[in-house]
């Protein structure tokens, strides 16, 4: 008979993440936070045309949680932690979420905008002191025993919600690129990412959440140089990747995620395909808004950064990464006078909705993982007038919200952003949206998001007889041909939305 202690870690290792679980994304409907809609609400108000339609139809869309700060894990609120898994877990079949675990100790070194909570060094004011030495121990002890390990706690109190976790987005990617900036340089935050995210990740792989490793994004990472440091980081951290499903690429970045190209390596693990003197040509996968091919990074859209993530973590930890790619704002790829310009920039639209259609084995889903409308950081003032606490001169960028005439000043890092989000909806690249599924009788509850993801992106339709902008698939029944068939509250409401989009054609059949 087994004694109580062998069954514990019986149940125990059962319920541990698990890479070979598969794609978590797959067969879950996925959690929209009634909080987030509710933001919404207040844009769509005062939105119109194609603008209202499209917000209507992003207000539904599953998107990930940022948990930034440590008193958002115990918020049983739907801003918080406990309270989102809780939504999750009262639903008949508890739905997935996503999260972001954000709050490393001298968080953002590179930038201003996102400076965190917790610091290896205070300021008189409060404020990290990033370049004082030493080894970040106090620092680290708060990261661990107030956000990681609460952190932890919460997931395991929530055994039913499936989970993906993303972890620390741009914290390694700093260390492998900007040492040179003194803010990251420093050996305390140098130390505070390297045990401090190696310790997140040992811990959180012991629960039943997915892990992604963020690692920015191809305009970032993807020279080799770049990329080689990046990944060798992980062997220098010894952090075991058997519990990392993969790694989450452009968080929060505009990079579009194109296609991939043939593997021609012409040096490494550098493909030389699209670079000078490679065969890629006008190939449509070596597309190069950003204008990277001439300076050697062949990483010009996510897809091909993927397959070089893959093949430098085969090669240096012997370790195949299956990744998600954030399409919340990447749906207009060449808006930007400079792509270096992060910072909540002008003319960008959403990108492709969540899905696990990705085309590849190696992307898992492409998810909006920097919730759509919430800014990336303040202007000089924000828009009550007030000083900006973490002004950050990329907010100011000629491509930044704020710096042109007529703009409205920009707000804090997280907040609702209306004009962005109106922008956002505006120049959205998928523009064939749903229309809202009308949501469920209210409950005592706050009212329930339908059911998610809503029935598209609807895959590509084959050319159909009468072809109309509205009807997927051209009548009502190859619309309801292609509608995902799993899971099922996906279906239908995908056929919910051929009903209403096909209805009048389809008595012609
Ligand atoms: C901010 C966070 C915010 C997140 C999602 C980040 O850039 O630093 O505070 O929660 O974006 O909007």
């Known amino acids: 008979m087994l004694n109580s202690f062998v069954l514990a870690s019986v149940l125990k290792c059962a319920s541990s993440a698990n890479v070979s679980s598969g794609n978590p994304f797959d067969g879950v409907t996925w959690y929209v936070n009634p909080a987030n809609m509710a933001e919404y609400d207040g844009s769509i108000a005062t939105a119109s045309g194609s603008t209202k339609i499209n917000l209507e139809g992003m207000k539904n869309v599953a998107s990930a949680y940022w948990i930034d700060v440590k008193n958002k894990i115990d918020d049983t609120t739907l801003r918080g932690m406990r309270g989102i898994l809780a939504d999750s877990a009262a639903k008949a079949t508890p739905e997935l979420v996503t999260l972001m675990h954000y709050n490393v100790p001298n968080r953002d070194c590179k930038a201003v905008a996102s400076n965190g909570e917790i610091c290896c060094t205070y300021k008189s004011d409060g404020r990290c002191d990033y370049t004082a030495a030493g080894d970040c121990a106090e620092g680290l002890n708060e990261y661990k025993k107030e956000y990681v390990d609460p952190f932890v706690q919460a997931i395991n109190d929530f055994p039913s919600v499936p989970l993906v976790v993303v972890i620390e987005p741009d914290s390694l990617p700093n260390l492998a690129t900007n040492l040179g900036n003194a803010k990251c340089g420093n050996m305390a935050t140098q130390t505070a990412y390297k045990s401090g995210i190696a310790y997140a990740i040992q811990q959180l792989q012991t629960t039943h959440a997915t892990l992604y490793i963020d690692a920015a994004h191809g305009g970032w990472l993807g020279w080799d140089d770049n990329l080689q440091a990046f990944i060798s980081l992980f062997k220098e951290m010894g952090v075991s990747t058997s519990g990392v499903r993969g790694f989450a690429q452009n968080v929060a970045n505009y990079q579009a995620v194109g296609t991939m190209c043939p593997w021609e390596p012409d040096q490494g693990t550098r493909n030389g395909y699209c670079l000078p003197g490679g065969s890629g040509g006008s ?227």
Not at 307 to 334: C, F, M, Y
Not at 354 to 368: N, R
Not at 429 to 455: A, E, F, M
Request: aromatic fraction near 6%.
């Open 283 to 509: 190939d449509e996968c070596c597309r190069d808004p950003c204008k990277l091919v001439s300076q050697y990074n062949p990483a010009v859209n996510e897809m091909n950064f993927a397959q070089a993530l893959s093949k430098a973590s085969q090669e240096i930890l012997n370790w195949s990464p299956i990744n998600i790619i954030d399409t919340g704002r990447n749906g207009v790829d060449d808006g930007r006078q400079d792509c270096a310009n992060w910072c909540n920039p002008r003319n960008m639209g959403a990108g492709q909705l969540p899905t696990t259609s990705t085309g590849s084995p190696i992307v898992d889903a492409l998810y909006w993982l920097k919730t759509p409308g919430e800014s990336d950081g303040c202007t000089q003032e924000l828009p009550d007038g007030t000083q900006c606490p973490r002004y950050d001169t990329m907010c100011g960028s000629s491509d930044s919200i704020g710096s042109g005439s007529g703009e409205p000043r920009s707000p804090e890092a997280g907040h609702w952003f209306d004009y962005q989000v109106k922008e956002l909806a505006e120049n959205a690249c998928c523009t064939n949206w749903p229309p809202p599924v009308p949501s469920p009788t209210p409950g005592p509850r706050p009212p329930s998001p339908v059911p998610t993801p809503l029935p598209s992106p609807l895959p590509p339709t084959p050319t159909p007889p009468t072809p109309t902008p509205d009807c997927p698939g051209g009548s009502l029944s190859a619309c309801i041909n292609i509608c995902p068939h799993d899971p099922s509250a996906v279906y239908q409401a995908c056929v919910q939305t051929c009903l209403a989009r096909c209805t009048s054609m389809d008595f012609q059949i």
